[in-house]
């Protein structure tokens, strides 16, 4: 089975800052992953797809990038509201996620 | 606008079963798949399982073999999710997500959760 790698575990950033998440698979999925936001209490959101297309209505500070085994998602400028955990989720196979990253805002 | 509504909190206890109805509203209910997620207590998402709503085929995670069954009504536009023979660590929030039909993993959508706490 494919395994999924995010890191760091928690992140703390203060607002306007560039932060950086990274997701690593255990062997190449191309592009076949997504991202989704996680906040206290709420269903997960989707953001992006096939590695760095953003899903419709998604702020354009997010950002995606990668292929083979390496991802990162990018917030340009970090806002209150991105105070969240973090999920990558690999679907070259039956899907796996990350542990997810908690991105905590200073 | 697409939602996913589903049934309410279940308390079940040991060996019990639990069916978790996820009805949908906004889209064409047969041009997508429906996945199953699921989130223990302070832990992070797992994939349980797809049905692609047009044909009924399913796939399911290998931890959930033998144990999960998932069904659509496709007149009432609802997908139900049965999980059989519980345990404590099976407590946690149970989603529904619309999927795409012809590849699992592209969860555009979810449903509010459906908490179930397994318990003697």
């Known amino acids: 089975d494919i395994q999924m790698t995010q890191s760091p575990f928690t992140l703390s950033a203060s607002v306007g800052d560039r932060v950086t998440i990274t997701c690593r698979a255990s062997?190449?999925?191309?592009?076949?992953l997504a991202w989704y936001q996680q906040k206290p209490g709420k269903a997960p959101k989707f953001l992006i797809y096939?590695?760095?297309n953003l899903e419709s209505g998604v702020p354009s500070r997010f950002n995606g990038s990668g292929s083979g085994t390496e991802f990162t998602l990018t917030i340009s400028s970090l806002q209150p509201d991105d105070s969240a955990t973090y999920y990558c989720q690999q679907y070259n196979s039956f899907p796996v996620f990350g542990q997810g990253t908690k991105l905590e805002i200073k | 606008q697409v939602q996913l509504v589903q049934s309410e909190t279940e308390v079940k206890k040991p060996g019990a079963s639990v069916k978790v109805s996820c009805k949908a509203s906004?889209?064409?209910?047969?041009?997508?798949?429906i996945s199953w997620v699921r989130q223990a207590p302070g832990q992070g998402l797992e994939w349980m399982g797809w049905?692609?709503?047009?044909?009924?085929?399913?796939n399911n995670a290998r931890k959930f073999q033998g144990r999960v069954t998932m069904t659509t009504e496709t007149s009432t536009s609802t997908a139900y999710m049965e999980l059989m023979s519980l345990r404590s660590d099976d407590t946690g929030v149970y989603y529904c997500?619309?999927?795409?039909?012809?590849?699992?993993?592209?969860?555009?959508?979810w449903g509010q959760g459906t908490l179930v706490t397994v318990s003697s």
């Open positions: 096939k590695a760095s």
């Open positions: 062997q190449s999925i191309s592009t076949w």
């Open positions: 906004g889209y064409s209910f047969t041009n997508y798949g």
């Open positions: 997500a619309r999927d795409q039909l012809g590849i699992r993993g592209v969860m555009d959508h």
């Open positions: 049905i692609n709503v047009y044909t009924g085929n399913t």
